[in-house]
Antibody, heavy 120, light 110 residues
Framework: QVQLQESGPGLVKPSQTLSLTCTVS??????????WSWIRQPAGKGLEWIGR???????NYNPSLRSRVTISLDTSKNQFSLKLSSVTAADTAVYYC????????????WGQGTLVSVSS | QSALTQPASVSGSPGQSITISCTGT?????????VSWYHQHPGRAPKLMIY???NRPSGVSNRFSGSKSGNTASLTISGLQAEDEADYYC??????????FGGGTKLTVL
């Protein structure tokens, strides 16, 4: 059974960089069948896809966040990470990591989510 | 990219059927058969219910079905049950190799 677990600070100051890591168990981030995505959800609002990384390290980002986002892969630790720079209160959300099926662009396994608040 | 358009809320009585629509453009829903549906209970992560427009993952009830016509996809739930009450989200692959979600629909079982 594949499991994903987000980790990182729950509080980030405005203008700083939000950093989260997703640890994958029960499967390999190196598998060519999958991408690895980050998705966020502000309180009471809908889901927003942030971006994804492929096993080769190729990335695609939501155009609205592209200038501030970096997603990377660490195959040695079976992890992938999110960095979002110059954060504001609008970036306060529950952040989910998810396995992204390359063939269907479907998210079949999700982490439990982690709340990140942006506040001074 | 703009979010796909879903109704804010739908409701139905136990045993009835409901349909949730998800409208996009020719650059997303209309251009690809990569539409997925998720449901989300409060405080929980979303769960995949439908992929590739109409396919159900193993373990998902056959009361859930999906379809697509033009730029609009639909999720139908038949034989409504209390446990179906949740938020539902559609998603689609896009022409710029991204994924876009709908705004979400709150399903209330009366």
């Amino acid at each position: 059974q594949v499991q994903l677990q987000e980790s990182g600070p729950g509080l980030v100051k405005p203008s700083q960089t939000l950093s989260l890591t997703c640890t994958v168990s029960g499967g390999s981030v190196s598998s060519g069948s999958y991408y690895w995505s980050w998705i966020r959800q502000p309180a009471g609002k809908g889901l927003e896809w942030i971006g994804r990384v492929s096993p080769t390290g190729y990335t695609n980002y939501n155009p609205s966040l592209r200038s501030r986002v970096t997603i990377s892969l660490d195959t040695s630790k079976n992890q992938f990470s999110l960095k979002l720079s110059s954060v504001t209160a609008a970036d306060t959300a529950v952040y989910y990591c998810a396995r992204h099926l390359a063939a269907t662009h479907t998210f079949d396994y999700w982490g439990q989510g982690t709340l990140v608040s942006v506040s001074s | 990219q703009s979010a796909l358009t879903q109704p804010a809320s739908v409701s139905g009585s136990p045993g009835q059927s409901i349909t949730i629509s998800c409208t996009g453009t020719s650059s997303d829903i209309g251009g690809y058969n990569y539409v997925s549906w998720y449901h989300q209970h409060p405080g929980r992560a979303p769960k995949l219910m439908i992929y590739d427009v109409s396919n159900r993952p193993s373990g998902v009830s056959n009361r859930f079905s999906g379809s697509k016509s033009g730029n609009t996809a639909s999720l139908t739930i038949s034989g409504l049950q209390a446990e179906d009450e949740a938020d539902y989200y559609c998603s689609s692959y896009t022409s710029i190799s991204t994924v876009v979600f709908g705004g979400g629909t709150k399903l209330t079982v009366l």
